[in-house]
């Protein structure tokens, strides 16, 4: 294989790789505006369901609470009549004492659960302020995230397409090339990726700028052998002498 063919095959591979990066790429990320579209949805939504699960967490301990008291109120009303219903004198104050002081105990039941229940009410009525208050999305903004995701769903429709053509072109030129040149293509790949092979600016390396002995210079326009940059280590090439790619 000439040394001609074979930069024209490195600097095809290079292009290919670095358009493979960026297919997979737009693939995987969305679109920096879409990810900011999604996050302020998500932490509003997140936010809503904080507020909406206390809220309902108060609102269950609420009815539990009325329930109790209910049915303690229902007790000490009981104990209450019973008062009310001794009429022998005898047994009055006995009787009195002992059901006042079975009064007493509800009593001492029912107030931890009313002051409770206050303050359960009190919460409600912040939590729900804090709901009303909540940002919402707005219709506007809802059809902007939306339209952004389906923007995104088509270009990555129309990139998993151009991703195929990519990787048939590099499994062709990969065998086009063979192993030695894939092996020394390979190397320089993983050390100098996305420049391994880079174009000649004048006399000097298009890519670290390092000015390039003149005999280095003939060498590459030679392209007798493979060159590789003094300072960079990347190999270069003449682009005068390559068919331009896109
Ligand atoms: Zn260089």
Known sequence: MSVRHKLAGF??????????AALVRQRDLPP?????LRALHDE????????????????????????EIAALQEERE????????????????????????VESRVESRLT?????????????????A??????VETPEEKA??????????????????????????LRRLQRELGEPAMSQFKKLWTSRKPHAVVPLDGHACSSC????????VQLVRSMEELQTCDSCRRVLYDPEQLPKLP
């Open 44 to 67: 509003r939504q997140g936010a809503q369901q904080e507020h909406g699960r206390a809220r309902e967490a108060l609102l269950a301990e609420q009815v539990a609470l009325e329930a």
């Open 144 to 169: 902007a995230r939306e339209a952004a995701e389906e923007a995104w769903g088509v270009a990555r429709q129309a990139g998993e397409a151009e991703l195929g053509d990519v990787e048939r072109e």
């Open 78 to 101: 009981h104990f209450r009549r019973q008062k009310a219903q001794v009429t022998n004198m005898r047994q009055l104050t006995a009787v009195v004492s002992e059901l006042d002081h």
């Open 11 to 20: 600097v095809a591979l290079q292009q290919l790789l670095t358009r493979r």
């Open 209 to 216: 700028h390092a000015d390039l002995r003149p005999s280095l």
């Open 112 to 128: 931890p659960k009313k002051d409770r229940l206050t303050e359960v009410r009190r919460k409600l009525d912040e939590a729900e």
């Open 32 to 36: 920096e505006e879409l990810a900011r």
């Open 130 to 135: 804090k709901l009303a208050e909540l940002e």
